[in-house]
């Protein structure tokens, strides 16, 4: 029975707006085919606008737009075999924590804040009256191009800068003292998760890190659920309706994963994912001096401040701990002008990687490589299309001097400008490290979330 303790009100808190964020992601992948739909739509509004001897001319576009919808409903089947998984995952729980009452959950979110219904009259299909934010229709079709770039044999060609990585790792871990106690290593922005599991397969212990609750669904899915190679068909390309060489390009199918993930990971309990945000789950005293190396890969631009990052990384770090980083600095928040929750516009450092070396020099970090002018690193690319993305992106190695101290103080810690002791308040922070899991302990990658994390703000971003 609730107390009403501070402790109790944040449990309940935090376990509503998990719940919430759930509801959110599980609205977004069973409104996919509806969005997706409305884009072919109009796709098909404009050639019939176009005049009749010029329709005739392209009378195999009403075939093609047939075989999207097809391609929609491929997908469609795909997310909703990822939601029942989410249900799977949650089976023994309450029936307050399946993903039906986290849609209820949200759908009242929705309508508190006036989200809701579209102003028509009532569809036959209930949720049709609920919108999903295009932020989301976008972070859904994101995850297909994820699923490529990380468990597709198209995406074998990207995953060239894993290989990067895991060879260097092999080089920094090479005279490994006791191989009986693996090295551990943390990788933030772990997205799918196919980089931690790569790194498990060399026999360290890996944690990945996402905050994203749509990728952490998407990762669960693909780690715990996949029981062979190439088990799931997707068609991620429908979408790219620019820069096609062939129709036929626009419509591929890709299967997932090119190898079932179990096959990978060498051993019981080398892999885990931790859900939250990076700060805030490895600024905790509890992460000090834990992880022997952080690997970096795509994330350090996703900061607002790339400082706090090098403070954190830090901290969790062992003395003498490896820092490997590997991708461009196309800052996430550079362009991003919301108001912030403290008032004014969202925070956002943009500094050069001269600028990060040298300030992690004064953290603590020694360059030991750097790869000359970098190296090129394609980003989800379709690797048919006539336009596609490749950054110049960095890749070094620093050690964190065993001498360093890595205690943060108030201000690293702080989020808009609280000391630690106010934002443990303000998250409900009890003292405690604990961390409790999103699957079943019998899965490949359990999905850890910390207890303090604040969920309202992937309910309400």
Known sequence: MDDGTPVDRFEDDSARQELEALGRVVLAFRGYERDAYVDISRWENSFRRLPSD?????????????????????????????????????????????????LTAWKNVMTSRG?????????????????????????????M????????????????????????????????????????????GAGLGRLCCEVAGLGYEAQGNEFSYMMLLASSFILNHSDRAEQFTIHPWIHSSCN????????????????????????????????????????TPAMESTFDCVVTCFFIDTAHNVLQYLDVMAHCLKPGGKWINLGPLLYHWAENFTPSACGGETMSLEISMEDILRVAGLRGFKLDHMQEGGVQAPYMANSRSMLRTQYQAS?????????????????????????????????????????????????????????TEDWSVISSN
């Open 54 to 102: 010029h329709m005739e001319l392209l009378q195999n576009q009403v075939h093609k737009f047939m075989l999207l919808r097809l391609c929609v409903d491929v997908n469609q089947n795909f997310f909703n075999t990822l939601l029942q998984s989410v249900d799977e995952d949650r089976e023994g729980s309450s029936s307050e924590a399946s993903s039906a009452a986290a």
């Open 115 to 143: 989200m809701n219904p579209f102003p028509l009259p009532p569809a036959e299909d209930a949720e049709a009256a609920y919108r999903v934010p295009r932020s989301d229709v976008d972070r859904v079709r994101y995850v």
């Open 145 to 188: 191009k994820n699923m490529v770039r990380d468990w597709s044999s198209e995406g074998a060609e990207e995953r060239k800068s894993y290989e990067l990585i895991l060879n260097q790792l092999k080089s920094v871990f090479a005279d490994w003292p006791d191989m009986g106690v693996p090295p551990r290593v943390l990788i933030p």
């Open 244 to 283: 096609n060489l062939s129709n036929a390009d626009q419509l591929r199918p890709v299967t997932v994963p090119d190898v079932q993930p179990g096959e990978i990971v060498k051993g019981a309990g080398l892999l885990s994912m931790s859900a939250g945000d990076f700060v805030e789950v490895y600024s």
């Open 395 to 451: 890749f070094f190695t620093m050690t964190l001097d065993p001498d360093y101290d890595s205690h943060p103080n108030a201000d690293t810690l702080a989020r808009s400008g609280e000391d630690e002791v106010s934002r443990g308040k303000r998250m409900g922070y009890n003292g405690s490290s604990s961390i409790r899991t999103l699957t079943n302990s019998a899965d490949l990658c359990d999905i850890w979330c910390d207890e």
